[in-house]
């Protein structure tokens, strides 16, 4: 596995977590914020290296002779 791949990974993991965290219930306000923050920085990173890999798929499709468009 890769570091980015590793990264994300790592980071899905944490948002999962956090989505736990906060569907349970039972936090103070702040340390809800702070979590919500948390888990809004880290859904960012996971979209961003989403849109990085489908990137690297369409120029190897490309690179391959095949339709990027699915």
Request: a negative charge.
């Amino acid at each position: 596995m890769s570091g980015k791949s590793g990264a994300y990974e790592a980071n899905m993991k944490r948002l999962q977590e956090i989505v736990d965290t906060l569907s349970k219930g039972g936090l103070q306000l702040d340390e809800m914020m702070r979590l919500y923050e948390e888990g809004t920085a880290l859904s960012a990173k996971c979209r961003k290296a989403l849109d990085e890999y489908e990137a690297r798929l369409v120029v190897i499709d490309k690179q391959n002779g095949g339709n990027a468009d699915g």
